[in-house]
């Protein structure tokens, strides 16, 4: 007697509560990811964004994620201990660079356990370590994007500290060109002065040029940071958050099968409140966009 359709669902969701169980056994027994952490960051970046951010990894990964809270004046002996006291054999762990020297000596204490190192300089030297560094081509080619619609028939200024090369600077051009900008850009060092902000329409802010912030020009902004968005001025619009707990899930799966560095793109956040709707859903579009 063949088996009524009734009967098969009754059966199928009779099977749920089962196979709920088997998914959170397993999401339980995975062993968890690692992110090494400090209250100042904690403090800048947003208890609720930090929650949230944990939630979505866990998601993507379908494992825990755990933060392991260091002092900012710990030795790197110190932050290594913390690290090895905070779970037995973890699937892997998230050091930010200013703690690399921790990661290097939790490595060598533990070579079983994989390691990323998230961001700092391009290492010409063999490292036990994955690093991870930001992709800031692409990154510069979609700041570009919003720039252009951003500064509307003004000119765009650039902040960049010392590490803009050519290759992101035809980037950020690339993005501009794209999107029919074909005056050049200024660029100008950090740590410079600039004064002739009347013919700005537009700023990117990619360095250290934080006074820019607190200046009293009511400026579209484009800022490359990890701080909390809702900490800044309303002239932000777009904020590029390139920090470990941004990156840690592509950073992860994005692993190389030998040790070497992983290139990923910062996660971008367009402040919707601070926009005009067609300007917010044209923004949205331009920062995942690819060139």
Not at 55 to 72: G, H
Not at 143 to 150: D, E, N, P, V
Not at 225 to 245: A, G, H, R
Request: hydrophobic share 45%; aromatic share 12%; charged share 25%.
């Amino acid at each position: 007697m063949p088996i009524s359709k009734r009967a098969k669902l009754i059966f199928f969701f009779s099977l749920l509560p089962l196979l709920l169980i088997v998914l959170v056994a397993v999401y339980m027994f995975r062993s968890p990811i690692l992110i090494v952490t400090d209250d100042s960051f904690h403090q800048l970046y947003g208890s609720e964004r930090l929650r949230q951010k944990k939630q979505e990894i866990s998601r993507q990964l379908f494992r825990r994620v755990i933060p392991v809270y260091v002092a900012e004046s710990a030795g790197s002996d110190l932050v290594a201990i913390a690290v090895e006291d905070a779970f037995d054999l973890p699937r892997a762990i998230l050091f930010p660079h200013r703690y690399q020297e921790g990661a290097r000596i939790f490595m060598e204490n533990n070579p079983e356990i994989e390691v990323f190192v998230i961001g700092g300089p391009q290492s010409q030297d063999e490292e036990l370590f994955t690093r991870v560094r930001t992709d800031l081509a692409l990154d510069f080619y979609r700041a570009g994007l919003a720039a252009a619609l951003l500064a509307g028939d003004k000119e765009a200024l650039f902040f960049f500290d010392t590490s803009l090369n050519n290759e992101y600077r035809d980037a950020f051009q690339a993005g501009l060109r794209e999107r029919g900008f074909l005056e050049d850009p200024i660029f100008v060092n950090a740590v410079g002065v600039f004064t002739a902000y009347d013919s700005v329409g537009c700023v990117v802010v990619a360095g250290p040029a934080v006074r820019f912030l607190e200046q009293g020009y009511d400026i579209p902004t484009i800022l490359f940071s990890w701080v909390n968005p809702e900490l800044t001025p309303n002239k932000v619009k777009l904020v590029f958050d390139d920090s470990s707990w941004a990156l840690a899930a592509r950073a992860f799966r994005s692993r190389p099968e030998a040790e070497g560095d992983v290139l990923v793109s910062s996660v971008p956040q367009v402040l919707r409140n601070r926009l005009e709707r067609a300007d917010f859903r044209m923004l949205d579009s331009f920062v995942r966009a690819k060139p």
